[in-house]
């Protein structure tokens, strides 16, 4: 049996039944990913009629939300503090403004921070009855920020990009709004994750989320033997475990939710090291 782990989950699977072996200890960086073979041509893209292309809805797949999950948990792993901004709008913005204005404004994050990292995902307001429905952004960064400054700043780019006050001199307060997170508590991180992300279904006509470069390097998984999940269970720390079948009622994953406490969390460490390494 292998044992694939990340921060709080070990689903343990048979190769033979899975068919997969992992090559490596580590998983989950974009640092994996199939580069692109420069030698081979490019397929040519079908040309679609501007009239006949509809605009498709993006939504959070659960695979995104998981791998959202993980990332912002690893990166947590690897700052002492993180800030939870949450960016909104004056007026009515249409999805594909939002998010055009929200790229000039990490645009600008970036070139005034050397080590400017984040996690960011859409949402809709549901509690706004002047623009529900709206798109706004939370977003999970290592950065301290100057909040008047950038506060400022943002409502200053979205009158130049258009998005006018619907009121003259309207500049509300929660327009930029920082919440300062303490990366060693787990479960703070979590309820954010899940709260935010997790339950979000909203669809978008722009994209849903996205995270700079060093997060989606980092690794979020790694494999070992049933002993790793051995050493939890003397620690009394499975919440909860169950299997999944396959289409013949046969069980071939077994999916144990670890409790991240004191105890168990410096038996994450090589994951730790291995991304701390990439800082």
Same mark, same amino acid.
């Given at each position: ?82 800030? #939870? ?30 080590? #400017? ?117 003397? +620690? ?34 090589? +994951? ?8």
């Amino acid at each position: 049996m292998i044992v694939k782990n990340t921060y709080g989950t070990s689903v343990a699977f048979s190769t033979r039944q899975y068919g997969v072996v992992p090559k490596e200890e580590f998983s989950g960086s974009a640092l994996q990913r199939k580069k692109p073979d420069p030698d081979k041509k490019p397929k040519k893209k079908k040309v679609v009629s501007v009239e006949k292309k509809e605009i498709k809805l993006r939504t959070l797949s659960r695979r995104s939300k998981q791998k959202i999950r993980k990332k912002i948990t690893c990166f947590a792993r690897c700052y002492k503090r993180l800030s #939870f901004v949450t960016l909104t709008f004056l007026n009515k913005v249409s999805d594909e403004e939002a998010v055009n204005i929200l790229r000039k404004f990490l645009d600008n994050a970036k070139k005034r921070s050397s080590d #400017f990292e984040y996690v960011w995902v859409a949402e809709r307001q549901t509690k706004n009855d002047a623009y529900k429905g709206n798109v706004h952004f939370h977003m999970i960064t290592n950065k301290y920020w100057k909040i008047e400054k950038w506060w400022n700043y943002w409502i200053d780019l979205q009158i130049k990009n258009g998005i006018k006050p619907r009121k003259k001199d309207f500049k509300p307060s929660s327009a930029f709004d920082v919440k300062q997170l303490n990366s060693s508590n787990i479960r703070s991180i979590a309820s954010y994750v899940t709260k935010y992300v997790t339950k979000n279904d909203a669809k978008f006509k722009c994209q849903v989320w996205n995270c700079s470069k060093r997060v989606s390097e980092l690794y979020t998984d790694f494999y070992t033997t049933t002993e790793f999940t051995d050493q939890l269970k003397r +620690l009394n720390a499975i919440l909860k475990e169950f299997e999944v079948k396959d289409h013949r009622e046969q069980p071939f994953l077994n999916i144990k939710m670890i409790d991240l406490n004191r105890k168990t969390l410096p038996l994450y460490r090589r +994951l730790d090291e291995k991304n701390k390494t990439k800082s």
